[in-house]
């Protein structure tokens, strides 16, 4: 079950949702330190659970992590019990929402993507169908819900159950990030690149 997250859930999903603020946000800005953060007690909890089972590659892979004193992680690691929140039941039914938005969008891209259509999912415009209760709790937990789904734009509207329609957008490609965006353009000192990045790279707070 352990590879199963690791692969399935934190590097196919959470790391790949992540990437683009982690390469393209500002260096000091909050979310990219806020994922550097998680992505860290990811890391250590991980190496820290494997130890007992697999102790050779978990004490190399420990002493690889940023600030790692070199010693073994039998003599540096804790593992703290979870202790449930207040809020963890609310969580983990938004991320359980999330991934039935993302499944149905995922069935809706694949014939398109089959046909060549649509060359990447990057290039999606989407049109979800979200029952109230999905949408805001989704919303709770992913309210740039394009970057989530890793698609161009996300337009929501009210159904009776979850359903999903794409389509290949017509905004520019960003030259930085790669991300179709209506935005690209709006900074005339750099046409080629979307809001975001047009003020990272003039603010010189970009990831070297």
Not at 41 to 55: D, K, M, N, Q, S
Not at 76 to 90: F, Q, S, T, W
Not at 116 to 143: N, Q, Y
């Amino acid at each position: 079950r352990t590879v199963e997250i690791c692969v399935g859930d934190w590097s196919a999903f959470y790391l790949d949702v992540v990437k683009d603020r982690l390469y393209c946000d500002a260096v000091d800005s909050p979310r990219r330190r806020s994922c550097q953060a998680t992505i860290g007690r990811i890391a250590r909890a991980t190496i820290a659970a494997l130890a007992p089972i697999a102790p050779f590659t978990a004490d190399e892979a420990w002493r690889h992590l940023p600030g790692a004193t070199g010693r073994s992680v039998f003599l540096d690691a804790r593992i703290e019990a979870p202790v449930a929140g207040a809020d963890d039941e609310a969580l983990i039914a938004a991320g359980r929402a999330l991934f039935a938005v993302r499944d149905a969008l995922n069935l809706a891209l694949e014939p398109k993507v089959k046909a060549k259509e649509i060359p990447h999912r990057r290039e999606v415009a989407a049109r979800l169908g979200l029952p109230a209760s999905v949408a805001d709790a989704v919303g709770t937990i992913a309210p740039d819900l394009a970057e989530v789904l890793g698609v161009a734009s996300v337009a929501v509207e009210t159904a009776e159950s979850i359903t999903a329609e794409v389509a290949r957008t017509s905004a520019a490609s960003c030259a930085r990030c790669w991300r179709h965006r209506g935005d690209v353009g709006v900074n005339p000192a750099r046409a080629d690149l979307c809001g975001r990045c047009a003020s990272v790279v003039h603010g010189q707070g970009a990831v070297a």
